[in-house]
């Protein structure tokens, strides 16, 4: 069970990282754009764009080990979720309905803070790979000397340690 | 290696995005507010708290990091390898300095204190495909 609070903040107007590593533990990063929530299987499925994927995907189909940040942009907020791959299949149409809804709530959400939209609309978002993994743990990503600690994934309080 | 044209991505004007990974094998992700030009071959990151990232690369040394140029919003990919840190001297003093005028910015004055400057060498740069536009300038 995944927390409300964490529901909305992944699907708001959030931007969306995605760490891996490979066999020799060397790191990888890539953006997401675009996912969703199923609270009550405790999993996310984010949309990858193929055109900076492939590394991370590499990644993923030989160990599963997936780091998910997400962040607001306007407010700094962020939370890291951590576990392991589920699946991994090419998007399909309502992925990129997904996509271009999710964009389109970035654009609303940045533009009167002084963004243009040409900063959202040059990403390549598609096609992309949807990435569905468990989530194991959560943490507090925002900047300051908090961001580390460990949240409860159902009620979303902080349980301690990292 | 790092071209003169990746400079504006090092300004600190939008933060950057490092992936570390701890000896156990579990990726990081997260935010930094800005990574420094030492020279064509070195980078430097800010060391203020003892945190996730800090214990992964005291572990293991490698750390994936992406940057953007505030004016195109061109991404760059670096590959770096922690060498050293230095805790004074120019480096150090630079960053220290910009830290407190990117936090005042932020509103976030006061929440960071330098520790060290981590500096790291760059063993491979390219540009990101991620954009199919770049801002004008």
Known sequence: MIAQKFVDFVQGPTMHHVGSRNVKLRPAYSWAFGATVNADEGTITFYLPNVEGAETLGNFEDNGMVAFTVGDPATNETYQFKGPSLSIRPSEDKDTAIQDIHRSKLISHLGPLGYPDAILTGFTIYPSTAVTFKVEDVFVQTPGPGAGAKLDLESSEPVGGT | ?137
């Open chain 2, 1 to 137: 290696m790092l071209p003169d044209e990746i400079k504006p991505a090092m300004e600190g004007v939008v933060p950057s995005s490092i992936v570390t990974c701890s000896l156990a094998g579990s990726p990081n992700v997260t935010s930094i507010s800005q990574i420094y030009y030492v020279d064509e071959n070195h980078v430097a990151l800010s060391h203020q708290f003892f945190n996730k990232t800090h214990r992964n690369i005291r572990e293991n040394p490698y750390v994936f990091a992406c940057l953007r140029d505030p004016a195109t919003w061109q991404e760059w990919m670096l590959e770096l390898q922690y060498d050293h840190s230095e805790t004074e001297g120019p480096v150090f003093e630079e960053m220290d300095l910009k830290i407190e005028a990117i936090a005042s910015m932020t509103g976030m004055e006061g929440v960071f204190k330098l520790l060290a400057a981590d500096i790291y060498k760059v063993t491979s740069v390219r540009k990101s495909n991620s954009r199919s536009a770049l801002l004008e300038p």
